[in-house]
């Protein structure tokens, strides 16, 4: 068969390579998307629960961890969270602010993928399935020749939108990663983000009995704290203010978790001490927090005593407790259940304006595979968008 030449191949039909697609089509490039996958946008179709948290009313770079804190800073300022959602609102797609700035679908994710396909066809965009690129070559004049599991192509542009390491039952691949280091660009080491804590097993074994129970938090470390809930599970603690702490966080560390950020405990049993002296310590916890984790928490030899006979000094340490429990997980969950991967392609040797590689001329790195990673919340999509737009405007 003989080689099919283009003007640009985009490696990936996930949100990043998509976008890029139909921004380099509507400069009337011819552009092939190759995808190994059996349909495109997997990722976009089960995130959110399956509403697609597609972006976030309060992107800034500050969300963003990566070894060069400033290179996203370009692309999200030039495609911001607006341009996108004027895109979403053309496309008369329904969506509505869930917390913190969350923007999801009202209906599915089918929705946006459904627009990005749309505006890929209005734009001549090629998209090859259940294609595997088997080998990626440099032309010695220009350009790079793709032998792939259908046929061989031959384009001027290249770019890699193959995402990271997280879930692999979508398909994710170290296959970015390679690539770089093919053409000798530096990959800094990976690791799961946004995913959920395991235990040692003596927490695991003294918590699980809170097995999906959620409790509105402050988690912290030295780093950085976030507030919203924790959710108790089989294995050990998850939920969105986990999931943004595991970013952040390295094996051996230490977590604060504030079972009750609005209430300083200490103060609040010394009033209750003096407004209600017989009641049980116990029944007056449970009025803050669910039943159960109040009697997994509290010393059983202190919880039927009445506010009365409690020391003040007890009192410091039941509030230590629940205000600032301090926690060692044993370990994530790892890439099976991570939403995003930390690391990844070095930053420094990408063009931050057209995400091109400083010293292989033709060849574009974007989205996840990059060594930016964004928190919970519609940030990772954002970067996408941003990231997939910038190379769109040039390859």
């Not at 749309?118 to 080998?135: F, M, N």
């Not at 603690?237 to 943004?244: M, V």
């Amino acid at each position: 068969m003989e080689m099919k030449k283009t003007d640009v191949i985009i490696i990936g039909a996930g949100a990043a390579g998509l976008m890029c697609a139909i921004e380099a089509a509507k400069r009337q490039r011819k552009v092939i998307v190759i995808e190994h996958a059996n349909k495109p946008g997997k990722k976009i179709l089960m995130s959110g629960g399956g509403r697609c948290n597609f972006t976030n009313y309060l992107i800034n770079s500050d969300n963003y961890i990566s070894h060069n804190p400033h290179f996203c800073k370009s692309a999200l300022s030039r495609y911001t969270q607006w341009d996108f959602i004027d895109l979403v609102k053309r496309h008369h797609i329904p969506f509505h602010e869930k917390t913190l700035g969350q923007l999801f679908c009202d209906n599915k994710s089918m929705d946006i993928l459904a627009m990005l396909l749309s505006e890929c066809k209005q734009a001549g965009v090629d998209i090859h399935l259940d294609t595997e690129v088997l080998r990626v070559k440099k032309h010695v004049d220009h350009g790079f020749i793709l032998e792939t599991s259908a046929q061989d192509f031959s384009c001027n542009s290249l770019v890699i939108a193959t995402g990271g390491l997280s879930i692999p039952t979508m398909g994710a691949s170290p296959f970015g990663y390679r690539i770089a280091e093919q053409f000798g660009i530096k990959v800094w080491p990976t690791r799961a983000g946004l995913v959920a804590l395991t235990l040692h097993p003596e927490d695991k074994e003294k918590f699980s009995v809170l097995s999906g129970i959620s409790v509105a938090s402050v988690v912290s470390n030295d780093q950085i704290s976030f507030r919203e809930n924790i959710l108790f599970t089989h294995r050990g603690i998850s939920g969105p203010a986990i999931l943004q702490i595991s970013s952040y966080w390295h094996p051996g560390e230490e977590i604060t978790i504030n079972l009750l950020p609005e209430i300083d405990l200490f103060d609040f049993l010394v009033g209750m001490q003096h407004e209600q002296p017989q009641k049980h310590l116990k029944n007056m916890l449970a009025e803050l927090l669910p039943k159960r984790v109040v009697d997994v928490f509290l010393d059983p030899e202190i919880a039927d005593r009445k506010l009365a006979s409690i020391s003040h000094r007890e009192f410091t340490l039941v509030a230590a407790q629940f205000n600032s429990w301090k926690l060692r997980p044993n370990g994530t969950e790892g890439y099976r259940t991570a939403e995003v991967t930390l690391g990844g392609v070095d930053c420094d040797a990408i063009s931050s304006r057209t995400m091109e590689a400083k010293s292989i001329r033709g060849l574009y790195f974007i989205g996840e595979v990059l060594d930016v990673t964004g928190w919970l919340g519609g940030y990772n999509f954002q970067w996408a968008w941003s990231s997939g737009w910038a190379a769109g405007q040039v390859v």
